[in-house]
């Protein structure tokens, strides 16, 4: 399974990179640049949270209803 960026997650990457932009020209703080950041971290860990948490349910499932040998990846 191979993942992709959702709509927030790419937000979150453009909001940092606008922030650093920002802070490059002296026109933000450290703090406000730390925050971006962290958003866009925080966006992308719960996005791959998901994903996983996904996965076990795909798993809990096949067992549940015996076909577990049949699933595909």
């Known amino acids: 399974m191979r993942l992709c960026l959702v ?6 990457q453009a909001d940092s990179a606008e922030m650093r932009a ?3 020209a ?4 450290g703090v406000e640049l730390a925050e971006a950041q962290a ?3 925080r966006s992308q860990h719960d996005y791959i ?3 996983y948490q996904h996965q076990l349910s795909r798993i809990a499932l096949a067992e ?3 076909s ?4 595909t990846w």
């Open 39 to 41: 958003r866009d971290y």
């Open 26 to 29: 002296g026109e933000a703080s």
């Open 49 to 51: 949270l998901a994903v």
């Open 64 to 66: 549940a209803t015996g």
């Open 22 to 24: 920002l802070y490059d």
């Open 7 to 12: 709509p927030t997650t790419l937000v979150a």
């Open 68 to 71: 577990i040998a049949g699933l």
